[in-house]
């Protein structure tokens, strides 16, 4: 196993949306970014959105790589890291980024539909801790960055599977804070409100109207601002920041 010497940065679900954005603010001639991505949902098959990231990674003057693993998958997700550590040698940052909605009121909520939110959003970030734990702690140094939502402490109707992913999430990341602070491991949250991706443009008219008006700043977030509080979270200057949930939602929670 080759150490790269540079600094490595793990962002699952990278070929879109916050995670490209975070990929891309990750980019520079220090760094070298890993991301997964999963749709297709073929290994083989086109990886258009994932090269675009690898591409715009490298306009920005840096060095990136997206690898197929579904995150809900234990034996995938441990493929992805080995490969990670088999061509870098260490990692220095993860950030569970990648997530799914599968929307309905709990009373019409499928039973399907509760298991692969919560695989994908709460298991997910729970198998790349506990993978990536070990080796941040034997390193004795590393960052953990999980994206929440605000809907993780407000509440949603019609988001059961999301919200109960996403207050879970919040409790992850204060525990594994907990666990992790005495080996030099910092592990924080960010709470994205209102941003602008694939995500949100499914959310009919009538509802991101009423969601628009609930926002002091009186604009949605762009992937950028949850990318640029990720990369402070991972820097130096953020090194005795622990176990915190950062909302960034134009005001829309306080
Ligand atoms: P998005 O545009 O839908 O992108 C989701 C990303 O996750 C894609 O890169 C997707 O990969 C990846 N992904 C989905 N399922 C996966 C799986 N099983 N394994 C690996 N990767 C998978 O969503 P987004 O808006 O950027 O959201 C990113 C994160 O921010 C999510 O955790 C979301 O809950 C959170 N968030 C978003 C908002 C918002 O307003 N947008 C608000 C609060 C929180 P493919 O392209 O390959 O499918």
Same mark, same amino acid.
């Given at each position: 196993?080759?150490? /790269?010497?540079?600094?490595?940065?793990?962002?699952? !679900?990278?070929?879109?949306?916050?995670?490209?954005? #975070?990929?891309?603010?990750?980019?520079?001639?220090?760094?070298?970014?890993?991301?997964?991505?999963?749709?297709?949902?073929?290994?083989?098959?086109?990886?258009?959105?994932?090269? %675009? =990231?690898?591409?715009?990674?490298? %306009?920005?003057?840096? =060095?990136?790589?997206?690898?197929?693993?579904?995150?809900?998958?234990?034996?995938? =997700?441990?493929?992805?890291?080995?490969?990670?550590?088999? %061509?870098?040698?260490?990692?220095?940052?993860?950030?569970? /980024?990648?997530?799914?909605?599968?929307?309905?009121?709990?009373?019409?909520?499928?039973?399907?539909?509760?298991?692969?939110?919560?695989?994908? /959003?709460?298991?997910?970030?729970?198998?790349?801790?506990?993978?990536?734990?070990?080796?941040?702690?034997?390193? &004795?140094?590393?960052?953990?960055?999980?994206?929440?939502?605000?809907?993780?402490?407000?509440?949603?109707?019609?988001?059961? /599977?999301?919200?109960?992913?996403?207050?879970?999430?919040?409790?992850?990341?204060?525990?594994?804070?907990?666990?992790?602070?005495?080996?030099?491991? =910092?592990?924080?949250?960010?709470?994205?409100?209102? #941003?602008?991706?694939?995500?949100?443009?499914?959310?009919?008219?009538?509802? &991101?109207?009423?969601?628009? !008006?609930?926002?002091?700043?009186?604009?949605?977030?762009?992937? %950028?601002?949850?990318?640029?509080?990720?990369?402070?979270?991972?820097?130096?200057?953020?090194?005795?920041?622990?176990?915190?949930?950062?909302?960034?939602?134009?005001?829309?929670?306080?």
């Amino acid at each position: 196993m080759a150490d /790269n010497g540079k600094r490595v940065i793990i962002v699952t !679900g990278g070929s879109r949306g916050i995670g490209r954005a #975070i990929c891309v603010a990750f980019a520079g001639n220090d760094t070298e970014v890993f991301f997964n991505y999963f749709s297709p949902g073929d290994p083989e098959g086109e990886k258009t959105a994932a090269a %675009e =990231t690898e591409k715009m990674i490298a %306009e920005a003057g840096g =060095t990136g790589k997206g690898l197929w693993a579904d995150i809900a998958s234990r034996d995938e =997700t441990n493929a992805f890291f080995d490969q990670v550590l088999e %061509e870098a040698g260490h990692i220095d940052v993860l950030v569970n /980024n990648a997530g799914i909605t599968k929307d309905a009121l709990i009373v019409r909520m499928k039973e399907a539909d509760w298991d692969a939110v919560l695989n994908v /959003n709460l298991k997910g970030p729970f198998n790349c801790i506990q993978i990536i734990g070990k080796i941040m702690m034997k390193q &004795r140094h590393g960052r953990i960055i999980n994206i929440a939502s605000i809907v993780g402490v407000t509440g949603n109707a019609g988001q059961a /599977n999301y919200v109960a992913s996403k207050a879970g999430i919040i409790g992850l990341t204060k525990t594994a804070a907990k666990e992790l602070a005495p080996r030099g491991v =910092t592990v924080n949250a960010v709470a994205p409100g209102f #941003i602008v991706t694939d995500m949100t443009a499914v959310v009919p008219e009538k509802a &991101r109207e009423a969601m628009l !008006g609930q926002i002091p700043m009186g604009r949605p977030g762009q992937a %950028e601002d949850i990318a640029g509080v990720v990369t402070f979270l991972a820097s130096e200057q953020a090194a005795y920041i622990t176990g915190q949930v950062i909302h960034v939602s134009g005001g829309m929670y306080m």
